[in-house]
Structures are given as C-alpha cells and as structure tokens.
C-alpha cells in the first residue's frame, strides 16, 4: 500500500567485523610472531641483560699527565698529549653545545629570554671562561707541554696579585 518498501532482509555483515576472518587474521598473527616474540625473550634479552658494558663509544684509560712524565719519556708525552687532545675536543664540545642550546633558548623565548634563559647563559659564560682559561691562546698543534706551562705563568701571576681576580 502506498510508497513504502518493507525489507525484512538483514543488512550485509562487512567482512571486517566477521569472526572467522578475524580468527584467521589472529591466527596469521600468532604464526609470524611466536616465533620471532620466542626469540627475542630467550635470546636476544638475555644477552643483552648479561652484557651490561656501554659499548657504543671508546673509553680511554686515564694516563699520567705532564708534570708526571719524566723529561726524555717519549712515549708518556706522547700519551700526554693525546689525552690533552681528547679533553680538549671534549671541552670545546661541551660549550659548542651549551651555545646551541643558549641560542635556541633565545631564539625560542624572544623577548623574555633575558629572564628564562638567565641559567643557561650563566652556564655557558662559565663553560667558555673556563674553557679559555684552560685551552685560550695555546696554538693549535701544541699539546699538554704547553698548556701546562700556560697554567704555570698564570699561577705564579694570581701568586704575585692576589688582589685581582681574572675572572
């Protein structure tokens, strides 16, 4: 009687929501994870739970300095010098990277970085003021030998005015 359509029919069920499929896709699942799930919990965390040494950079072992060294021991200059090198590639890292982050810090806050970023340009007029003191004015193929007559001079200067201070 007049337009309207009577559909007793059920509406399609979507392939999505069908439990066989998805019992299927689990199953599927299960079948390309156990194996690789199996693995990595009873060999590859247990290695790594046994090897608790940081192996991602080198770690150099302390050797005498300078003033340790005897005057014709080649080979302790030589290590001397090598560990003042990666102290001093350290150092100037550290206050490269106190400088980005000084930077950014302002670039980020603008206007009210005087007042928000106040410890972070205290930190890196440190780092750069103690960075100078140790590594400033030392030509850059010269070593520890050097730089430790450097710290020499300045200590007999600060000895000799100990009224002022240099920084």
Request: glycine share 4%.
């Amino acid at each position: 009687m007049g337009g309207e359509d009577h559909d007793d029919t059920k509406p399609a069920k979507s392939s999505i929501t069908d439990l066989k499929i998805q019992n299927i896709a689990y199953g599927l699942f299960r079948a390309v994870d156990g194996p690789v799930t199996y693995f990595r919990e009873k060999v590859v965390e247990p290695l790594q739970r046994r090897n608790t040494e940081k192996f991602y950079h080198r770690q150099f072992k302390r050797v005498p300095t300078i003033d340790q060294c005897e005057f014709d021991d080649a080979v302790c200059i030589f290590e001397a010098d090598q560990q003042f090198f990666r102290d001093k590639q350290i150092d100037s890292n550290i206050v490269k990277f106190l400088r980005q982050r000084m930077i950014e810090c302002i670039t980020w806050e603008g206007p009210d970085s005087q007042h928000k970023c106040r410890k972070l340009q205290d930190e890196y007029e440190t780092a750069a003021t103690n960075w100078f003191i140790k590594y400033g004015d030392i030509r850059t193929h010269k070593g520890s030998i050097e730089a430790y007559m450097k710290q020499k001079h300045r200590l007999i200067w600060e000895r000799q005015h100990p009224d002022i201070k240099l920084h």
